[in-house]
């Protein structure tokens, strides 16, 4: 199994796994702007993504969109990274494999300055963030607009 981060070859399957995470039925009419946005945001750096290659198919990937906030006492770049289509194709999982990407993508945020991770968990994923240090926090709220 080769870690190694995404390039643009990788872009179909990173909409395939989006599009599973977001349940879409099998419709290809957000693949354009989905992948506008890989492109682009892969070229600007503002999204880190690892993934998985097992002898050329990509069967995990996580993804980090790199936001510059405010600087803090605590994170004086303001740089924190929201991760996001987190996935290992089923055959694949519990074998460390998300595990091994979260930990390369964390040396390289780190390089970048980056000093948090922020994430929404689905249901089955959250004893895996446990696992990786990920706590739940208290004062977050939101709204649609
Ligand atoms: C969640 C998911 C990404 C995990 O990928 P993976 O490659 O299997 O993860 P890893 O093998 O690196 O797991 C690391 C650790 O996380 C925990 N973990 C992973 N899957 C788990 C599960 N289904 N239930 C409980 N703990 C789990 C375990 O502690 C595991 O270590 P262990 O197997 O040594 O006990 C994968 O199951 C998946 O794609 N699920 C569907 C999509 C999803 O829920 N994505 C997250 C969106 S927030």
């Not at 702007?33 to 069967?59: C, H, I, P, Q, R």
Request: glycine share 4%.
């Amino acid at each position: 199994m080769l870690f190694r981060k995404a390039i643009v070859t990788d872009i179909p399957q990173l909409i395939t796994f989006r599009k599973i995470l977001l349940s879409s039925e099998d419709n290809s009419s957000m693949d354009e702007t989905f992948s506008n946005y890989f492109e682009t945001s892969l070229s600007d750096k503002s999204l880190v993504v690892w993934v998985a290659d097992d002898d050329g198919v990509v069967v995990s990937t996580v993804c980090f969109c790199i936001c510059r906030f405010a600087p803090r006492f605590d994170n004086p770049t303001g740089l924190v990274a929201y991760m996001t289509n987190v996935y290992t194709i089923p055959n694949y999982r519990r074998q460390g494999i998300v595990s091994k990407l979260v930990s390369e993508a964390k040396e390289e945020l780190a390089t970048l300055g980056v000093r948090k991770i922020l994430l929404h968990s689905s249901d089955m994923a959250k004893p895996m963030y446990e696992k990786f240090g990920f706590v739940e926090g208290k004062n977050y709220m939101s709204i649609n607009i």
